[in-house]
């Protein structure tokens, strides 16, 4: 019986001190990807705030999120002032911080869902949107 209380005791004790520490949100850490991005946000959410996201649908995350947690990244992770993550998106051909925010939350959500993040057609669904704003503007240009 000793034997078997003693490797249990041995086994706790060593899981616990050889595992991973439990990942803690550090508000000042800037990523510099998005997958870096998605991580924080993972770190940052309680499980019940994921659940409350899960029970919406994503138009509605994104919409409910782009002035609380879109702006706290916006400002917090240097979309703004031209900061690593900024640099990340303006390689991949996004250049508004609106933009760059409206990505990571919508990939946070998808991450949430375990569906695709389908990076590709987001960054298209932006480069599309300004095209025919450029496009429409220069219409304006031309009526005057």
């Given at each position: 019986?000793?034997?078997?209380?003693?490797?249990?005791?041995?086994?706790?004790?060593?899981?616990?001190?050889?595992?991973?520490?439990?990942?803690?949100?550090?508000?000042?850490?800037?990523?510099?990807?998005?997958?870096?991005?998605?991580?924080?946000?993972?770190?940052?959410?309680?499980?019940?705030?994921?659940?409350?996201?899960?029970?919406?649908?994503?138009?509605?995350?994104?919409?409910?999120?782009?002035?609380?947690?879109?702006?706290?990244?916006?400002?917090?992770?240097?979309?703004?002032?031209?900061?690593?993550l900024s640099k990340?998106?303006?390689?991949?051909?996004?250049?508004?911080?609106?933009?760059?925010?409206?990505?990571?939350?919508?990939?946070?959500?998808?991450?949430?869902?375990?569906?695709?993040?389908?990076?590709?057609?987001?960054?298209?669904?932006?480069?599309?949107?300004?095209?025919?704003?450029?496009?429409?503007?220069?219409?304006?240009k031309n009526l005057?």
């Amino acid at each position: 019986m000793k034997p078997i209380i003693l490797t249990t005791v041995l086994f706790l004790f060593l899981s616990d001190a050889l595992g991973q520490p439990p990942s803690k949100f550090n508000p000042n850490y800037k990523p510099k990807t998005l997958d870096e991005a998605i991580f924080q946000l993972e770190k940052l959410h309680h499980d019940t705030t994921k659940v409350q996201i899960l029970s919406m649908t994503e138009d509605q995350f994104t919409i409910r999120s782009h002035f609380g947690m879109g702006m706290w990244i916006r400002n917090n992770w240097g979309l703004w002032g031209g900061g690593k993550l900024s640099k990340y998106f303006k390689s991949i051909g996004i250049f508004h911080p609106d933009d760059m925010s409206g990505i990571i939350l919508t990939s946070y959500y998808r991450h949430l869902k375990r569906q695709d993040l389908e990076l590709d057609k987001q960054v298209k669904y932006y480069l599309d949107y300004w095209k025919s704003s450029n496009k429409q503007q220069d219409s304006l240009k031309n009526l005057k």
